[in-house]
């Protein structure tokens, strides 16, 4: 793929931090903060479903494209979440699509 023309970049994702903090009674808390707004490009790549006893539950993977940028690198890992259009989108990996290009690209998942 070529650089990520600013066209291109038309959603608006909001990264959130996590955080696990333990309270007064020796409990694991996870906390999600909220980082900066990013323009990005959100596409639908995959969906399954699985079905639990009377119901079915359904998973729909996303790619997220944006530009690297190392503060917002630095606040993505497995445990951070995502948000697009009030979706919940779970991290799963990110990685730069190409080191001369600067382009990040984000593997995530919908949160029920």
């Given at each position: 793929?070529?650089?990520?023309?600013?066209?291109?970049?038309?959603?608006?994702?909001?990264v959130?931090?996590?955080?696990?903090?333990?309270?007064?009674?020796?409990q694991?808390?996870?906390?999600?903060?909220?980082?900066?707004?990013?323009?990005?490009?959100v596409?639908?790549?995959?969906?399954?479903?699985?079905?639990?006893?009377?119901?079915?539950?359904?998973?729909?993977?996303?790619?997220?494209?944006?530009?690297?940028?190392?503060?917002?690198a630095?606040?993505?890992?497995?445990?951070?979440?995502?948000?697009?259009?009030?979706?919940?989108?779970?991290?799963?990996?990110?990685?730069?699509?190409?080191?001369?290009?600067?382009?990040?690209?984000?593997?995530?998942?919908?949160v029920?």
């Amino acid at each position: 793929m070529s650089v990520i023309s600013a066209g291109q970049l038309r959603h608006r994702v909001t990264v959130y931090t996590a955080s696990a903090s333990v309270d007064s009674y020796g409990q694991r808390s996870q906390t999600l903060t909220q980082g900066p707004t990013i323009f990005a490009e959100v596409r639908a790549v995959s969906a399954s479903e699985t079905t639990y006893g009377d119901g079915a539950a359904m998973r729909t993977g996303y790619e997220v494209r944006t530009r690297w940028r190392t503060g917002v690198a630095a606040g993505i890992t497995a445990t951070a979440q995502l948000e697009y259009r009030d979706r919940k989108l779970q991290v799963m990996s990110y990685r730069r699509e190409r080191e001369e290009e600067d382009v990040m690209l984000i593997d995530a998942v919908e949160v029920a």
